[in-house]
């Protein structure tokens, strides 16, 4: 009889340690390591409610991320553009939407500085592809960079 409820008891146990195991994505096998993983992870989501307490706290949560979002300026120059899109804040990937925003215009940068690590900034120097023919202003330019950005931004919001 004791057996029988110490099989439960164990068959229960070890349930308990697969679920947290799967919750966890613990990768862990033996029941020590499957615990340790879990407690891992409690302690990095208490790092990252501990952030998000106080961002909200300091109000810097809802100012910074619409205060610090790309700002995009375009300027003609007597062959091309001169692309400055910059940011207080870090924005990864969003490189790849602007350099498509670019292909899409047709136009080829003949000179770049990026920079990512504190924040973001991007120069860029471009003219149009002349195969195209079509002549483009700065507000169209701006306009498709802020675009990608607008896009970027959503898929960034949803994460």
């Given amino acids: 009889m004791v057996s029988r409820e110490h099989k439960k008891a164990a068959a229960a146990l070890h349930e308990k340690l697969q679920l947290l195991r799967s919750i966890t994505n613990s990768h862990a096998l033996?029941?020590?390591?499957?615990?340790?993983?879990?407690?891992?992870?409690?302690?990095?989501?208490k790092q990252k409610v501990d952030r998000l307490n106080q961002d909200?706290?300091?109000?810097?949560?809802?100012?910074?991320?619409q205060n610090s979002w790309p700002v995009v300026a375009v300027e003609t120059l007597e062959k091309g553009f001169l692309v400055n899109i910059h940011s207080d804040r870090t924005c990864p990937g969003?490189?790849?939407?602007i350099l498509g925003a670019f292909?899409?215009?047709?136009?080829?940068?003949?000179?770049?500085?990026?920079?990512?690590i504190d924040s973001f900034r991007l120069e860029a120097l471009g003219g149009e592809d002349e195969e195209i023919g079509e002549s483009i202003?700065?507000?169209?330019?701006?306009?498709?960079?802020?675009?990608?950005?607008?896009n970027w931004r959503?898929?960034?919001?949803?994460?």
Avoid: F
């Fill in 30 to 45: 033996n029941e020590t390591s499957i615990i340790v993983d879990a407690s891992k992870y409690i302690a990095d989501l």
């Fill in 56 to 65: 909200i706290s300091t109000g810097q949560s809802s100012s910074h991320n």
């Fill in 94 to 97: 969003l490189l790849v939407p």
């Fill in 103 to 116: 292909e899409e215009l047709g136009l080829i940068v003949s000179e770049a500085r990026v920079s990512c």
């Fill in 137 to 150: 202003n700065a507000q169209v330019v701006e306009q498709a960079v802020s675009q990608a950005i607008r």
């Fill in 154 to 159: 959503e898929l960034n919001d949803q994460d």
